[in-house]
């Protein structure tokens, strides 16, 4: 039986009309969410991202303004940059794109965002609040995932979940967010032995590593939901994820393809936590 490929272009355009429509409705009230996106250098894949984002706040309503910096800036420049924003009311999310110039400590600038406009839950605030669940921000791809589980009607509660990968982005966020729809969880990653036992044991697998089909049919339990997060683009030129697609369909319950989903919700999720962010700011100027 072959897997449920998962229609994300169909839980995206409803999403980004939710969004669309709160973003008006806060725009009528005098509170348009404002996002800026601040890039340094001419990165290839990073300005296709930026442009991506640029493109999907003005389709849902939301203020957009890109700083584009020069590779030359130096970090003293890019925190003042960073300052002004902090500053500017008009302004309720900012997001630095990675990666930076290698002249860049990106912790170092991370730390100098206001973390009410940490839209990707990077500053080291939010992430605590993450970890002993407090509100904050949801991290852009880990709260994507989530919400695509939910949509699917996948219940994560009481389910063995393991992520594979442990970046601060993507795998121990991950982590988090299961945790806190009470999945048991368990993270691989590059050190574990016998990762395709531990793997075969999911019902949801989520796979973050950067590497190309490192997970095969014999790695994933039948019926078992997979979301792949990997994008790599091999010599041959054509994007794929971490997952042998096609392999693994053939024993999967769900699986997303790449490209198609998991990128178009991260991106999703940092339009709604700047439609958020806009909402706090509003309450926060009432009760003052």
Do not use: W
């Amino acid at each position: 039986m072959t897997a449920q490929i998962i229609n994300g272009k169909e839980i995206v355009s409803s999403l980004r009309e939710e969004i669309k429509a709160e973003a008006y409705q806060l725009t009528a009230q005098g509170r348009q969410p404002g996002l800026a996106v601040v890039i340094v250098g001419e990165d290839p894949a990073s300005q296709i991202y930026v442009n991506s984002k640029a493109k999907a706040c003005e389709q849902t309503g939301i203020y957009s303004v890109v700083h584009r910096l020069p590779e030359k800036t130096t970090q003293k420049e890019l925190i003042a940059k960073i300052h002004q924003l902090n500053q500017d009311n008009r302004i309720h999310g900012i997001l630095v794109q990675s990666p930076l110039p290698k002249h860049i400590n990106e912790d170092e600038v991370v730390d100098e965002l206001d973390p009410a406009k940490d839209v990707d839950c990077f500053h080291p605030v939010n992430v605590g609040n993450l970890m002993i669940g407090k509100p904050s921000m949801l991290p852009c791809t880990p709260g994507g995932i989530i919400e695509i589980l939910k949509k699917i009607n996948v219940s994560i509660s009481g389910k063995h979940a393991v992520v594979v990968g442990r970046s601060n982005i993507v795998g121990k966020p991950m982590a988090m967010l299961l945790l806190r729809e009470h999945a048991t969880v368990t993270i691989c990653h590059s050190r574990t032995p016998n990762m395709e036992e531990i793997t075969r044991q999911a019902d949801i697998l989520v796979v973050a590593v950067g590497k190309a089909n490192l997970i095969t049919a014999a790695h994933v339990k039948p019926g078992a939901v997979v979301i792949d997060v990997g994008m790599n683009r091999p010599p041959e030129g054509k994007l794929t994820g971490d997952v042998d697609f096609e392999s693994v369909k053939e024993v999967a319950g769900a699986i997303t393809p790449v490209p198609g989903t998991v990128g178009p919700m991260t991106i999703t999720t940092l339009l709604r936590n700047t439609v958020e962010s806009a909402k706090r700011h509003m309450k926060t100027n009432v009760s003052v």
